[in-house]
């Protein structure tokens, strides 16, 4: 897949993932699970003759009972309390993870180690979300890269209440209005090289 083409389909799951956090926020269950492990794909035949899956229609796995170990931040973890908004940070995660194309325990380096920490701990996941989010608009796409890293830190301005409707309106502006522009512009780029 070419690069433009890569970035195009990642943008338009960010967007239909940031969709599905504000559809399902407020129930329980999706708040307590919302990590890349719960979000899978449907083969097709076709897509399995290719040996890849489709990501456009990627779908949530919700468990109504779980082991504490499966959450990422959580309202009983310690490290909850140095984000913002915890459902939103773990949305900035997986933004993370789609870019940088692994999940975040492989993007970790020894800074992200505190002392005394292991390198599972609540802490070292949320300090290196933290630093892939400041460097994500360098090293990947620009655009994409604020927007995770406004999602990480719930930089929209209105609070940090999802249940807002003023930062509900701020997501749909700021995030899945500009991922709508990204695509759009992509398709367009495409067009153009492709003549």
Not at 58 to 77: E, K
Not at 124 to 132: H, I, K, S
Not at 146 to 165: I, P, Y
Request: aromatic share 10%; hydrophobic share 40%.
């Amino acid at each position: 897949m070419r690069r433009r083409e890569a970035w195009t389909s990642k943008f338009k799951l960010a967007r239909q993932l940031t969709l599905a956090v504000l559809r399902f926020q407020s129930t329980p269950w999706v708040r307590e699970t919302l990590n890349s492990k719960g979000i899978h794909f449907l083969e097709s035949e076709t897509i399995t003759q290719n040996h890849g899956y489709s990501l456009e229609d990627p779908f949530i796995r919700i468990q109504l009972s779980q082991a504490a170990n499966n959450r990422q931040l959580t309202a009983n973890s310690n490290a909850y309390q140095l984000s913002r908004n915890e459902f939103l940070f773990n949305l900035g995660v997986i933004l993370l993870e789609l870019g940088y194309d692994a999940p975040l325990r492989y993007l970790r380096n020894a800074e992200d180690i505190r002392d005394g920490d292991t390198d599972a701990s609540w802490y070292t996941q949320f300090f290196t979300a933290r630093r892939l989010g400041r460097s994500a608009p360098r090293e990947l796409d620009a655009r994409y890269g604020r927007l995770a890293k406004k999602c990480l830190e719930c930089d929209f301005g209105v609070g940090d209440d999802l249940n807002s409707m003023e930062l509900q309106a701020a997501i749909v502006m700021d995030v899945v209005n500009e991922l709508d522009r990204c695509i759009k512009l992509d398709g367009h780029i495409d067009s153009i090289l492709s003549v």
